[in-house]
């Protein structure tokens, strides 16, 4: 099997195509430099391929505010010509989403056909790109995830491992659920659901559980071998930040136990299992 994958420089990128790799199978890794995505000339230019994942994204969240065309360009505009040139060449394709695309109002996990409600500019243009993707091609993956973090490139765990290092308490907000995703369980997910031929459609690549910040902080801090006792309460109304987050990020499993595929695990579990990894350079 041979496959395409943008954004392979990133977090999730560089897990995917590891473990792929790791596989033997046949493995175009593409950076922002070998292809834009935003360029239907350059998208133009890929060819032979049974399966394209876009991994690449524009991430700046609050950034998006005052510049969403960019994210825009990124985030829409690219998946749809991703899609379109992976339809012409026959190729199934897989397109990595957000939580971001809900109001983050529940009180309940989402299911992965809710309606769309997004709070933010991030969030308006990854729901563009899910719609975009979904008009060009029928043979199509949309995987969302949430509060991903990994081992290559910066993440939360990084963050406030560094911070811990400098401050002798921490101030985490308890008022933002979610469930912390580690992006290798994710690119594992994306080859299984591949192999297992999923019907099209979409589906949530999230760890099982939840949590909130301060709850996943302590247990960051057990891992990096400080007392959680250092972590104390705060909630997201102490930072002034421009865009809003979601105080709700949980995301359903329905249609991963629709088709048979499991899940990611556990939170606390998968975090347990990652935290030597993503923790390793700070040591």
């Known amino acids: 099997m041979r496959w395409i994958i943008t954004g392979a420089a990133g977090m999730l990128g560089t ?6 790799n790791e596989r033997d199978d046949d493995v175009l890794a593409l950076t922002r430099d070998a292809v834009d995505i935003t360029d239907p000339a350059s998208v133009d230019e890929l060819a032979d391929a049974d399966v ?11 950034a998006a505010e005052e510049d969403e065309a960019s994210a825009f360009a990124v985030n829409a505009v690219g998946p749809q010509l991703l899609a379109r040139k992976a339809r012409e060449i026959g190729a199934r394709f897989v397109h990595v989403s957000t939580d971001y695309v809900f109001a983050g109002d529940s009180e309940s996990p989402y299911g992965e056909y809710g309606p769309l409600a997004p709070a933010s500019a991030y969030g308006r243009t990854k729901a563009a790109g899910e719609w975009a993707v979904r008009a060009e091609t029928d043979d199509y993956l949309i995987i969302r995830t949430a509060w991903l973090y990994g081992e290559h490139g910066s993440c939360f765990p990084k963050t406030m491992a560094r911070l811990s290092d400098k401050h002798p308490e921490l101030s985490v907000v308890t008022d933002e659920i979610g469930q912390p995703t580690w992006a290798k369980d994710l690119a594992d997910l994306v080859i299984r659901l591949v192999d297992a031929a999923a019907p099209a459609g979409i589906y949530h690549g999230t760890s099982s559980g939840q949590t909130n910040w301060h709850g996943f902080t302590k247990e960051i801090m057990a891992a990096y071998g400080k007392d959680p006792a250092i972590v104390g309460e705060t909630t997201a109304a102490a930072f002034n930040r421009p865009a809003p987050r979601p105080a709700y990020s949980v995301l359903g499993h329905d249609s991963l136990d629709a088709i048979g595929v499991a899940p990611i695990g556990d939170w606390k579990q998968r975090w347990q299992e990652a935290a030597p990894a993503v923790l390793s350079e700070l040591g």
Not at 15 to 20: K, P, Y
Not at 52 to 62: G, H, I
């Open 15 to 20: 897990d995917l195509v590891r473990l792929l």
């Open 52 to 62: 394209v994942v876009n991994c690449a994204a524009y991430t700046a969240v609050d």
